[in-house]
């Protein structure tokens, strides 16, 4: 079945220690996005890649990264996590833009220590 | 600012009842509108997606948009417990640049009694 995977399913890292977590897809969908989700509160989107074209969103901090390598991979990278940064990542894709529905992945659950 | 609202709950339904979950939105431009389901720890899960004024339907779901309003809902019939989880009502929002991506509500907290 077509779908969004995400890995690890949980991570656990140190304050300030580099961690990545990946995104695949086999939805050959042409947009993948990052979102940032906290206890009780809503999705927040960090950014997204439209094919190879990458796009911020304007109050993601710079301590958030993204690598779209191929297609079918994403990455995001948080170069020194702290503790607010504790949260479920969540990656979803679109055939094309925003106006497409959205499929998310299961997500990354990020425990920071 | 633009803005997705939900009433958060808990919104708590008997079992075979009809589930009434409403969103108000911000921007009278707005053209896409999502109903997503988020079981606790897990990740959403696309419902309905209505784009045009009026209902919707699929199986025990009623989709219903209403752009002059700037309100949508979303109707559950047949209630079962399973459908108790939280409903993120998804709105794409636009700025002059053209779309400015789907902008989530926090969710209504719906709670089916058995």
């Known amino acids: 079945d077509a779908m969004v995977i995400q890995n690890p399913r949980y991570q656990v890292t140190q304050f300030g220690k580099p961690v990545t977590l990946s995104c695949s897809q086999t939805l050959n969908h042409n947009v993948m996005y990052w979102y940032q989700q906290k206890s009780s509160q809503a999705p927040k989107l960090l950014f997204h890649?439209?094919?190879?074209?990458?796009?911020n969103e304007a109050d993601t901090p710079d301590n958030f990264q993204s690598r779209r390598p191929n297609t079918s991979f994403c990455f995001l990278d948080i170069r020194s996590p702290g503790l607010g940064d504790a949260a479920m990542y969540l990656c979803a894709t679109s055939r094309t833009g925003y106006f497409n529905e959205q499929f998310f992945g299961p997500g990354t659950r990020l425990t920071v220590l | 600012q633009k803005e997705v609202e939900q009433n958060s709950g808990p919104l708590s339904v008997p079992e075979g009842a009809i589930a009434s979950l409403n969103c108000t939105y911000s921007?009278?431009?707005?053209?896409?509108f999502f109903w997503y389901r988020q079981y606790s720890g897990k990740s959403p899960e696309l419902i309905m997606s209505i784009y045009s004024n009026g209902d919707k339907e699929d199986g025990r779901f009623t989709a219903q948009l209403n752009k002059a309003s700037q309100y949508v809902s979303l109707l559950i019939r047949d209630s079962q417990p399973s459908d108790s989880a939280t409903y993120l009502c998804a709105v794409v929002m636009y700025s002059g640049g053209g779309a400015d991506g789907l902008t989530f509500g926090k969710g209504t907290h719906l709670i089916i009694q058995p």
């Open positions: 890649y439209y094919d190879k074209d990458f796009n």
């Open positions: 921007d009278r431009g707005s053209q896409s």
